[in-house]
């Protein structure tokens, strides 16, 4: 099992900043991602990183504003957000893979462990 932790979400206004960090323990949590949800929407992918670190992929929405990067041997990750916007305003989630297979993976199926969230609010 792997549990995970997401802490750094709050209350900023429009064009501000915050970061976001998702503590990892128990087993390896191989490539990891954040994801989001909107009241009333379903909860969508934000950007994905690979074990090594030197592959991250971005929603288009949040590209050249968001930086995933991660530290393995403090087992975290962490989400810079940058610029941010009314529309980024969600629940924001850590998930990891079980498995080391490398791929792009983009879809909430696809990861076996998540974080409890934390709150993003971006007041405009």
């Known amino acids: 099992q792997v549990q995970l932790a997401e802490s750094g979400g709050g209350l900023v206004q429009a064009g501000g900043s915050l970061r976001l960090s998702c503590a990892a323990s128990?087993?390896?949590?191989?490539?990891m991602a954040w994801f989001r949800q909107a009241p009333g929407k379903e909860r969508e992918f934000v950007a994905t990183?690979?074990?090594?670190?030197?592959?991250?992929y971005y929603t288009d929405s949040v590209k050249d504003r968001f930086t995933i990067s991660r530290d393995n041997a403090k087992n975290t990750m962490v989400l810079q957000m940058n610029s941010l916007k009314s529309e980024d305003t969600a629940v924001y989630y850590c998930?990891?893979?079980?498995?080391?297979?490398?791929?792009?993976?983009?879809?909430?199926?696809?990861?076996?462990?998540w974080g409890q969230g934390t709150q993003v609010t971006v007041s405009s």
């Open positions: 998930a990891a893979r079980r498995w080391s297979n490398s791929g792009r993976y983009t879809y909430t199926s696809e990861y076996n462990y």
């Open positions: 128990g087993r390896t949590a191989y490539t």
């Open positions: 990183i690979d074990w090594s670190g030197g592959s991250t």
